[in-house]
């Protein structure tokens, strides 16, 4: 089997101009999709960038809420029921909103607020510079030193800007696990400062967050959470419905999915032309193969080994190529939000081994038909 094996393989690299034509097909499949579902799932993870950020392991939010940034405020009465159920460690209220901020040139910039709980700043990000506590200061606010820094106008701690009419201080540089998805910087400063800055409706609080005694109390909490009207999801399950609502109910998921389709059908097109041609002009040697007393099952295992080695090559260069792009890309483009998971991978592993078996059922179709007599007469 090994002879059979050796020989297939220098049929196969032999003919260069084939052999290339097959690697740069699917090399040049597996990179577009490798690219559109790592652009895709980039885009997912930062529309939770604020669930990431945060930490909590519950979430309590009115049930209409569908992503993130589409909070709707619920009443001050909801906090202290949610605080009285039992199995809640701790329950504390989280600001999120957004405000115009005038910078030290004169021009403005729309900004994201995330105001925390007074008491116990729970959710507060990891600090560059500066010091947590100096956020009790008068107008004081701690910005967030990601992709988005720079239209601020790289402040620096100490730098003043106008928020909303209000005086607004740097305090504090801090950095976050994920930057948002909307290209839109982000402030952090007390819950009581930020309703006090930003205009917003009778009720303040955009999410509840909780701390659970144990895990085996989740269950619990949702039930009482329910019963009050509001729902109470845990970190992955918000992060789900985040991501849910971009895939289903805008046109984001659609779009992506289009383009991976294309991309493997490109492929496959061209494996599976290219391939079939390569069988033809290389029938004669098949059919000496045959008559020398190849067996039919010998013949197939070279065809299955050729197309499987192709589609191995080519999805390891596919895959090399989308991943020197994405991270030169990042390194120069700050709001690139790309990035390559297990499941980007496994996609685009399992969608080139579905082009090497078509290539290869196309080949194996024409080379079992060969009768050595045929090729000897011809």
């Known amino acids: 089997m090994t002879g059979i094996l050796k020989i297939a393989l220098k049929l196969l690299v032999n003919d260069k101009s084939k052999f290339s034509a097959l690697l740069v097909g699917i090399t040049f499949a597996v990179f577009l999709m490798v690219m559109m579902t790592s652009m895709f799932s980039g885009i997912l993870t930062r529309a939770s960038a604020t669930v990431l950020n945060i930490g909590a392991k519950v979430w309590v939010m009115d049930p209409a809420v569908n992503n993130v940034a589409s909070s709707i405020p619920m009443p001050d009465y909801v906090l202290d029921a949610v605080r009285s159920i039992n199995g809640v460690k701790y329950a504390v209220p989280l600001y999120s909103g957004g405000a115009l901020v005038k910078l030290r040139s004169g021009s403005y910039q729309f900004v994201t607020v995330m105001g925390l709980d007074d008491s116990t700043l729970f959710g507060r990000p990891e600090l560059l510079a500066g010091k947590i506590e100096d956020i009790f200061a008068e107008n004081a606010f701690v910005v967030v030193q990601d992709a988005e820094f720079g239209k601020l106008e790289n402040p620096k701690i100490g730098t003043e800007f106008e928020i909303n009419d209000h005086r607004g201080v740097v305090v504090g540089l801090a950095k976050v696990n994920t930057s948002g998805l909307f290209g839109v910087p982000t402030l952090y400063t007390t819950f009581s400062r930020a309703i006090t800055y930003i205009p917003s409706t009778r009720f303040t609080a955009a999410y509840i967050l909780i701390e659970p005694k144990g895990s085996g109390d989740l269950s619990y909490i949702k ?8 729902e ?3 970190k992955d399950e918000f992060i789900q419905k985040i991501s849910n609502f971009y895939k289903y109910n805008t046109g984001l998921g659609i779009n992506v999915l289009l383009m991976t389709i294309i991309s493997f059908i490109v492929g496959l097109s061209i494996s599976g032309q290219t391939f079939y041609t390569f069988i033809l ?4 040697k098949f059919g000496a193969l045959k008559a020398i007393g190849a067996k039919g099952r010998e013949l197939i295992t070279m065809i299955l080994f050729q197309a499987t080695f192709t589609a191995l090559t080519a999805y390891g260069l596919g895959v090399g190529l989308a991943t020197t792009l994405i991270v030169v890309a990042r390194l120069r483009l700050p709001d690139y939000a790309a990035q390559i ?4 991978l496994g996609l685009a592993f399992v969608m080139v081994l579905i082009i090497a078996g078509v290539s290869s059922y196309i080949g194996i179709r024409k080379v079992i038909r060969i009768e050595p007599f045929d090729i000897f007469r011809s």
């Open 223 to 230: 039930q009482q959470v329910q019963k009050l009207g509001y």
């Open 232 to 234: 109470a999801l845990t």
């Open 281 to 284: 002009e290389n029938l004669e």
């Open 341 to 344: 998971t297990y499941a980007n």
